[in-house]
Protein backbone atom coordinates (compact mmCIF):
# COMPACT_ATOMS: atom_id res chain seq x y z
CA UNK A 1 0.00 0.00 0.00
CA UNK A 2 2.85 2.23 1.17
CA UNK A 3 4.54 2.11 -2.66
CA UNK A 4 1.45 2.19 -4.48
CA UNK A 5 0.32 5.98 -2.41
CA UNK A 6 4.07 6.51 -3.15
CA UNK A 7 3.61 5.78 -6.67
CA UNK A 8 0.51 7.95 -7.10
CA UNK A 9 2.29 10.69 -5.43
CA UNK A 10 5.18 10.50 -7.86
CA UNK A 11 2.73 10.72 -11.01
CA UNK A 12 0.89 13.35 -9.50
CA UNK A 13 3.99 15.59 -8.93
CA UNK A 14 5.36 15.32 -12.13
CA UNK A 15 1.96 15.97 -13.84
CA UNK A 16 2.16 19.15 -11.93
CA UNK A 17 5.62 19.68 -12.77
CA UNK A 18 4.97 18.79 -16.60
CA UNK A 19 2.01 21.37 -16.25
CA UNK A 20 3.80 24.20 -15.08
CA UNK A 21 6.67 23.69 -17.94
CA UNK A 22 3.95 23.76 -20.09
CA UNK A 23 2.22 26.78 -18.71
CA UNK A 24 6.00 28.07 -19.06
CA UNK A 25 6.83 27.84 -22.55
CA UNK A 26 3.07 29.38 -23.63
CA UNK A 27 4.14 32.71 -21.21
CA UNK A 28 6.53 32.47 -23.71
CA UNK A 29 4.26 32.76 -26.88
CA UNK A 30 1.59 30.79 -28.46
CA UNK A 31 1.40 27.10 -29.29
CA UNK A 32 0.16 24.76 -30.86
CA UNK A 33 -0.67 21.00 -29.14
CA UNK A 34 1.95 19.85 -31.61
CA UNK A 35 4.55 22.31 -31.04
CA UNK A 36 4.37 22.43 -27.66
CA UNK A 37 5.35 18.35 -27.09
CA UNK A 38 7.77 19.02 -29.49
CA UNK A 39 9.07 21.60 -27.09
CA UNK A 40 8.23 19.56 -23.96
CA UNK A 41 9.17 16.46 -25.26
CA UNK A 42 6.36 14.50 -24.11
CA UNK A 43 3.29 12.41 -26.25
CA UNK A 44 0.57 14.44 -27.85
CA UNK A 45 -1.95 12.59 -25.43
CA UNK A 46 -0.10 14.06 -22.38
CA UNK A 47 0.05 17.24 -24.10
CA UNK A 48 -3.55 16.83 -24.69
CA UNK A 49 -4.46 16.18 -20.88
CA UNK A 50 -2.17 19.37 -19.67
CA UNK A 51 -3.61 21.82 -22.24
CA UNK A 52 -7.53 20.43 -21.44
CA UNK A 53 -6.18 21.43 -17.38
CA UNK A 54 -4.92 24.78 -17.98
CA UNK A 55 -8.16 25.69 -20.11
CA UNK A 56 -10.06 24.77 -17.79
CA UNK A 57 -8.47 26.39 -14.60
CA UNK A 58 -8.31 29.42 -16.75
CA UNK A 59 -4.56 30.11 -17.28
CA UNK A 60 -4.16 29.92 -21.28
CA UNK A 61 -7.14 30.39 -23.57
CA UNK A 62 -7.72 29.09 -27.46
CA UNK A 63 -7.12 30.95 -30.55
CA UNK A 64 -7.76 29.66 -34.01
CA UNK A 65 -4.64 29.31 -36.04
CA UNK A 66 -6.20 30.98 -39.10
CA UNK A 67 -3.54 34.36 -39.78
CA UNK A 68 -2.07 33.93 -43.32
CA UNK A 69 -2.95 30.65 -43.30
CA UNK A 70 -2.48 29.00 -46.94
CA UNK A 71 -3.33 25.29 -46.79
CA UNK A 72 -6.62 24.43 -47.31
CA UNK A 73 -7.96 22.63 -44.07
CA UNK A 74 -8.94 23.26 -40.94
CA UNK A 75 -7.02 25.15 -38.87
CA UNK A 76 -4.47 24.24 -35.86
CA UNK A 77 -6.19 25.57 -32.48
CA UNK A 78 -3.04 27.32 -30.58
CA UNK A 79 -3.07 28.62 -26.95
CA UNK A 80 -1.83 31.46 -25.35
CA UNK A 81 -1.14 32.73 -21.67
CA UNK A 82 -4.23 34.22 -20.52
CA UNK A 83 -2.57 36.75 -19.09
CA UNK A 84 -5.59 39.12 -18.15
CA UNK A 85 -6.09 36.39 -15.44
CA UNK A 86 -4.21 38.29 -12.95
CA UNK A 87 -2.37 41.65 -12.40
CA UNK A 88 0.10 43.66 -10.14
CA UNK A 89 0.73 47.22 -8.94
CA UNK A 90 4.67 48.66 -9.06
CA UNK A 91 4.51 52.26 -6.92
CA UNK A 92 7.72 54.46 -6.84
CA UNK A 93 7.19 56.47 -3.49
CA UNK A 94 9.84 59.13 -4.02
CA UNK A 95 10.99 62.60 -2.72
CA UNK A 96 8.87 64.87 -5.41
CA UNK A 97 6.70 62.34 -6.70
CA UNK A 98 4.77 58.67 -6.25
CA UNK A 99 4.06 57.14 -9.22
CA UNK A 100 1.87 53.70 -9.45
CA UNK A 101 1.90 51.43 -12.17
CA UNK A 102 -0.81 48.64 -12.93
CA UNK A 103 0.10 45.53 -15.14
CA UNK A 104 -1.55 41.89 -16.34
CA UNK A 105 0.73 38.93 -16.05
CA UNK A 106 2.73 39.22 -19.09
CA UNK A 107 3.83 42.86 -17.41
CA UNK A 108 1.80 45.13 -19.91
CA UNK A 109 1.37 47.80 -19.23
CA UNK A 110 -2.08 48.98 -18.38
CA UNK A 111 -2.48 52.09 -16.44
CA UNK A 112 0.25 54.68 -14.79
CA UNK A 113 -0.87 57.39 -12.01
CA UNK A 114 1.31 60.09 -10.68
CA UNK A 115 0.88 62.42 -7.55
CA UNK A 116 3.54 65.40 -6.60
CA UNK A 117 4.69 65.61 -2.85
CA UNK A 118 7.07 67.75 -1.12
CA UNK A 119 9.97 67.53 0.73
CA UNK A 120 9.13 67.77 3.75
CA UNK A 121 5.78 65.96 3.49
CA UNK A 122 5.39 63.75 6.21
CA UNK A 123 5.72 59.60 5.77
CA UNK A 124 1.89 59.46 6.54
CA UNK A 125 1.43 61.52 3.78
CA UNK A 126 3.87 59.77 0.87
CA UNK A 127 1.46 56.66 2.20
CA UNK A 128 -1.77 58.16 1.35
CA UNK A 129 -0.24 59.38 -2.11
CA UNK A 130 0.39 55.69 -2.99
CA UNK A 131 -3.01 54.42 -2.00
CA UNK A 132 -4.65 57.15 -3.93
CA UNK A 133 -2.35 56.84 -6.69
CA UNK A 134 -2.42 53.38 -7.02
CA UNK A 135 -6.56 53.44 -6.52
CA UNK A 136 -6.85 55.52 -9.52
CA UNK A 137 -4.31 53.13 -11.85
CA UNK A 138 -6.40 50.17 -10.98
CA UNK A 139 -10.15 51.95 -11.62
CA UNK A 140 -8.44 53.39 -15.18
CA UNK A 141 -7.08 49.62 -15.68
CA UNK A 142 -10.52 49.06 -15.63
CA UNK A 143 -10.26 46.60 -12.49
CA UNK A 144 -12.05 46.44 -9.02
CA UNK A 145 -10.66 47.62 -6.44
CA UNK A 146 -8.31 45.00 -5.19
CA UNK A 147 -7.92 43.63 -8.46
CA UNK A 148 -3.87 43.25 -8.06
CA UNK A 149 -2.54 40.39 -6.72
CA UNK A 150 0.92 42.09 -5.70
CA UNK A 151 2.24 45.30 -4.86
CA UNK A 152 5.72 46.04 -5.51
CA UNK A 153 7.64 49.25 -3.91
CA UNK A 154 10.41 51.05 -4.47
CA UNK A 155 12.05 53.27 -1.90
CA UNK A 156 15.12 55.34 -1.25
CA UNK A 157 17.54 54.37 1.24
CA UNK A 158 18.93 51.08 2.33
CA UNK A 159 16.07 48.39 2.66
CA UNK A 160 16.24 45.57 4.44
CA UNK A 161 15.02 42.25 4.50
CA UNK A 162 11.93 42.92 6.66
CA UNK A 163 10.85 46.02 3.96
CA UNK A 164 11.64 48.31 6.43
CA UNK A 165 14.06 51.54 5.23
CA UNK A 166 17.29 51.11 7.41
CA UNK A 167 19.09 54.48 6.23
CA UNK A 168 18.58 57.02 4.33
CA UNK A 169 21.36 59.94 3.72
CA UNK A 170 19.26 62.31 1.36
CA UNK A 171 17.39 65.54 1.44
CA UNK A 172 13.99 65.48 2.73
CA UNK A 173 11.50 62.43 3.63
CA UNK A 174 11.52 63.59 7.43
CA UNK A 175 11.30 60.20 9.58
CA UNK A 176 11.80 58.16 6.49
CA UNK A 177 14.45 55.95 8.04
CA UNK A 178 13.11 53.56 10.07
CA UNK A 179 10.02 53.38 8.47
CA UNK A 180 8.47 49.74 8.00
CA UNK A 181 7.51 50.12 4.66
CA UNK A 182 6.37 46.36 4.03
CA UNK A 183 4.29 46.49 7.37
CA UNK A 184 2.54 49.54 6.26
CA UNK A 185 1.65 48.91 2.92
CA UNK A 186 0.71 45.60 3.58
CA UNK A 187 -1.95 46.42 6.17
CA UNK A 188 -3.41 48.88 3.64
CA UNK A 189 -3.67 46.89 0.55
CA UNK A 190 -4.16 43.18 2.24
CA UNK A 191 -2.17 41.66 -0.59
CA UNK A 192 1.48 40.76 -0.97
CA UNK A 193 3.91 43.59 -0.42
CA UNK A 194 7.47 43.48 -1.79
CA UNK A 195 9.89 46.32 -1.04
CA UNK A 196 13.09 46.82 -2.72
CA UNK A 197 15.67 50.32 -3.18
CA UNK A 198 14.41 52.24 -5.59
CA UNK A 199 18.40 52.13 -7.11
CA UNK A 200 17.77 48.40 -7.66
CA UNK A 201 14.71 48.63 -8.96
CA UNK A 202 15.60 50.90 -11.65
CA UNK A 203 18.68 48.98 -12.53
CA UNK A 204 15.80 45.91 -12.93
CA UNK A 205 13.57 47.64 -15.09
CA UNK A 206 16.51 48.32 -17.37
CA UNK A 207 17.43 45.12 -17.77
CA UNK A 208 13.95 43.81 -18.14
CA UNK A 209 12.89 46.34 -20.83
CA UNK A 210 15.17 49.03 -20.72
CA UNK A 211 19.03 49.89 -22.08
CA UNK A 212 20.86 47.53 -20.50
CA UNK A 213 18.85 44.58 -21.90
CA UNK A 214 21.60 41.75 -22.99
CA UNK A 215 24.06 43.05 -20.86
CA UNK A 216 24.71 41.09 -17.49
CA UNK A 217 27.81 43.54 -15.96
CA UNK A 218 26.05 47.06 -15.41
CA UNK A 219 26.21 50.29 -13.19
CA UNK A 220 22.57 52.06 -13.02
CA UNK A 221 22.79 55.76 -12.26
CA UNK A 222 19.72 57.03 -10.58
CA UNK A 223 20.05 60.63 -10.66
CA UNK A 224 17.04 62.62 -9.33
CA UNK A 225 16.41 64.73 -6.13
CA UNK A 226 20.00 62.49 -5.24
CA UNK A 227 22.24 60.11 -6.94
CA UNK A 228 22.94 57.05 -6.29
CA UNK A 229 24.04 53.99 -8.40
CA UNK A 230 23.12 50.21 -8.53
CA UNK A 231 24.99 47.53 -9.76
CA UNK A 232 23.99 43.83 -12.05
CA UNK A 233 26.84 41.40 -11.64
CA UNK A 234 26.56 38.00 -13.89
CA UNK A 235 22.91 38.87 -14.59
CA UNK A 236 21.43 39.49 -11.27
CA UNK A 237 21.25 42.67 -8.71
CA UNK A 238 23.77 42.76 -6.27
CA UNK A 239 22.29 43.93 -2.81
CA UNK A 240 25.11 43.59 -0.92
CA UNK A 241 25.04 42.02 2.89
CA UNK A 242 22.81 44.88 3.83
CA UNK A 243 21.25 45.93 0.97
CA UNK A 244 23.11 48.94 0.70
CA UNK A 245 24.98 48.34 -2.40
CA UNK A 246 25.71 51.26 -4.96
CA UNK A 247 24.73 53.91 -2.36
CA UNK A 248 28.32 55.66 -2.63
CA UNK A 249 26.67 59.45 -2.82
CA UNK A 250 26.78 59.65 0.75
CA UNK A 251 30.70 59.66 -0.19
CA UNK A 252 31.03 63.85 -0.24
CA UNK A 253 34.22 63.07 -2.07
CA UNK A 254 32.52 61.65 -5.21
CA UNK A 255 30.50 64.72 -5.80
CA UNK A 256 26.91 63.44 -6.22
CA UNK A 257 25.57 65.00 -3.37
CA UNK A 258 26.43 68.70 -4.53
CA UNK A 259 25.22 68.20 -7.87
CA UNK A 260 21.81 69.53 -7.24
CA UNK A 261 23.97 72.75 -5.64
CA UNK A 262 24.50 74.11 -9.43
CA UNK A 263 20.78 73.59 -10.16
CA UNK A 264 19.55 75.69 -6.89
CA UNK A 265 22.45 78.55 -7.94
CA UNK A 266 20.45 79.16 -11.45
CA UNK A 267 18.04 81.65 -9.52
CA UNK A 268 20.29 83.77 -9.10
CA UNK A 269 20.66 84.35 -13.14
CA UNK A 270 16.75 84.78 -13.24
CA UNK A 271 16.52 81.32 -14.19
CA UNK A 272 14.26 78.81 -12.86
CA UNK A 273 16.07 76.37 -10.52
CA UNK A 274 14.97 72.95 -12.15
CA UNK A 275 16.70 70.54 -14.12
CA UNK A 276 14.35 70.48 -16.92
CA UNK A 277 14.82 74.54 -16.79
CA UNK A 278 18.65 74.34 -17.16
CA UNK A 279 18.84 71.49 -19.94
CA UNK A 280 16.24 73.78 -21.91
CA UNK A 281 18.30 77.10 -21.46
CA UNK A 282 21.56 74.97 -22.06
CA UNK A 283 20.34 74.17 -25.33
CA UNK A 284 19.28 77.33 -25.85
CA UNK A 285 22.50 78.86 -25.18
CA UNK A 286 22.31 80.48 -22.47
CA UNK A 287 25.63 81.30 -20.81
CA UNK A 288 24.07 80.64 -17.06
CA UNK A 289 22.78 77.72 -17.98
CA UNK A 290 25.53 76.33 -19.73
CA UNK A 291 27.78 77.23 -16.73
CA UNK A 292 25.42 75.35 -14.55
CA UNK A 293 25.16 72.28 -16.71
CA UNK A 294 29.24 72.40 -17.13
CA UNK A 295 29.58 71.82 -13.28
CA UNK A 296 26.45 69.66 -12.89
CA UNK A 297 28.16 67.36 -15.45
CA UNK A 298 31.52 67.38 -13.49
CA UNK A 299 29.69 66.61 -10.59
CA UNK A 300 28.08 63.23 -11.89
CA UNK A 301 31.02 62.42 -13.63
CA UNK A 302 33.61 61.74 -10.74
CA UNK A 303 31.55 58.91 -9.34
CA UNK A 304 30.31 57.62 -12.17
CA UNK A 305 34.07 57.02 -13.36
CA UNK A 306 34.88 55.71 -9.96
CA UNK A 307 32.22 53.07 -10.59
CA UNK A 308 33.45 52.19 -14.11
CA UNK A 309 36.69 51.61 -12.31
CA UNK A 310 35.70 49.30 -9.72
CA UNK A 311 33.25 47.43 -11.98
CA UNK A 312 34.39 47.22 -15.67
CA UNK A 313 30.66 46.72 -16.51
CA UNK A 314 29.49 46.01 -20.04
CA UNK A 315 27.71 49.10 -20.01
CA UNK A 316 26.57 52.48 -17.63
CA UNK A 317 22.92 53.47 -17.50
CA UNK A 318 22.26 56.97 -17.01
CA UNK A 319 18.20 57.06 -15.47
CA UNK A 320 16.13 59.02 -12.74
CA UNK A 321 15.10 62.33 -13.95
CA UNK A 322 18.79 63.22 -15.31
CA UNK A 323 17.94 61.26 -18.07
CA UNK A 324 15.05 63.73 -19.40
CA UNK A 325 18.05 65.62 -20.56
CA UNK A 326 19.04 64.03 -23.73
CA UNK A 327 22.32 64.35 -25.24
CA UNK A 328 22.30 67.88 -23.63
CA UNK A 329 23.45 66.10 -20.40
CA UNK A 330 25.09 62.56 -21.84
CA UNK A 331 27.32 64.50 -23.91
CA UNK A 332 29.44 66.77 -20.88
CA UNK A 333 28.97 63.89 -18.22
CA UNK A 334 30.39 61.05 -21.22
CA UNK A 335 32.93 63.53 -21.76
CA UNK A 336 34.07 63.83 -18.03
CA UNK A 337 33.51 60.47 -17.08
CA UNK A 338 35.68 59.09 -19.91
CA UNK A 339 38.92 61.98 -18.35
CA UNK A 340 38.36 60.59 -15.10
CA UNK A 341 38.28 57.20 -15.72
CA UNK A 342 41.39 57.57 -18.47
CA UNK A 343 39.62 55.96 -20.88
CA UNK A 344 36.45 55.38 -23.06
CA UNK A 345 33.43 54.32 -20.87
CA UNK A 346 30.38 52.90 -22.32
CA UNK A 347 27.70 55.16 -20.74
CA UNK A 348 24.13 55.21 -21.83
CA UNK A 349 20.45 57.00 -21.48
CA UNK A 350 17.91 55.13 -19.59
CA UNK A 351 15.13 54.40 -22.51
CA UNK A 352 12.43 54.33 -18.95
CA UNK A 353 13.31 57.86 -17.79
CA UNK A 354 10.93 58.32 -14.51
CA UNK A 355 8.95 55.19 -14.96
CA UNK A 356 11.98 53.02 -14.57
CA UNK A 357 11.65 52.19 -10.47
CA UNK A 358 7.62 51.97 -10.62
CA UNK A 359 8.28 49.43 -13.73
CA UNK A 360 11.06 47.52 -11.94
CA UNK A 361 8.53 47.43 -8.99
CA UNK A 362 6.10 45.36 -11.49
CA UNK A 363 9.00 42.90 -12.51
CA UNK A 364 9.54 42.56 -8.64
CA UNK A 365 5.67 41.79 -8.17
CA UNK A 366 5.44 39.48 -11.25
CA UNK A 367 8.56 37.30 -10.18
CA UNK A 368 7.56 36.57 -6.74
CA UNK A 369 4.14 35.23 -8.56
CA UNK A 370 6.04 32.74 -10.86
CA UNK A 371 8.18 31.75 -7.72
CA UNK A 372 4.85 30.93 -5.28
CA UNK A 373 3.47 29.44 -8.65
CA UNK A 374 6.48 27.06 -8.62
CA UNK A 375 5.90 26.55 -5.28
CA UNK A 376 2.72 26.13 -5.17
CA UNK A 377 2.52 23.37 -8.21
CA UNK A 378 5.26 21.39 -6.32
CA UNK A 379 2.80 21.13 -2.63
CA UNK A 380 -0.50 21.78 -3.63
CA UNK A 381 -2.72 17.95 -4.59
CA UNK A 382 -3.21 19.84 -8.48
CA UNK A 383 -1.91 22.48 -9.71
CA UNK A 384 -3.05 25.52 -8.72
CA UNK A 385 -5.87 27.77 -9.94
CA UNK A 386 -4.90 31.68 -11.16
CA UNK A 387 -6.86 32.94 -7.67
CA UNK A 388 -4.49 30.45 -5.43
CA UNK A 389 -1.15 31.17 -7.52
CA UNK A 390 -0.05 32.66 -4.50
CA UNK A 391 -0.87 30.53 -1.61
CA UNK A 392 0.14 31.40 2.15
CA UNK A 393 4.10 32.18 1.69
CA UNK A 394 4.94 35.25 3.09
CA UNK A 395 6.60 37.71 0.19
CA UNK A 396 10.64 38.74 0.73
CA UNK A 397 12.07 41.77 -0.20
CA UNK A 398 14.55 40.45 -2.37
CA UNK A 399 14.88 41.20 -6.01
CA UNK A 400 15.43 38.08 -8.08
Known sequence: MTVARSAAG???????MNTGAALAVLRAGSQTVTTLAADLGLSRTAVEEIVRDLLELGWIRAEDDSA???????PAKRYVFAAEVGHVAGVDIGVHKVLAAVADLDGRVLAIRRADVEESDTVQTRFAAARRVLEEAVAEAGLEPGGVWCVGVGVPGEVDAEGTVTRYGGVGLPGWAGTDIRGELSAAWSVPVLVESDNNLGLAAEYWRGSAVGADDVVYILSGNRTSAALLIGGRVFRGHNGGAGLVGALPELGWAEAPDHVARLSEAGLEPTREAMFRAATAGDPA??????????SLAKGIAAMALAVDPQKIVLGGGVSQ???TILRPVSGYVDRYAGRPVPLVLSTLGGDAVAIGALKLALDHIAAQLERESGTSPG???P??????????TRTP
Open 289 to 298: AAAALDLFAR
Open 10 to 16: DRSLLRR
Open 387 to 396: AAALGAVEAT
Open 383 to 385: FPR
Open 68 to 74: GRARPGR
Open 325 to 327: GGE
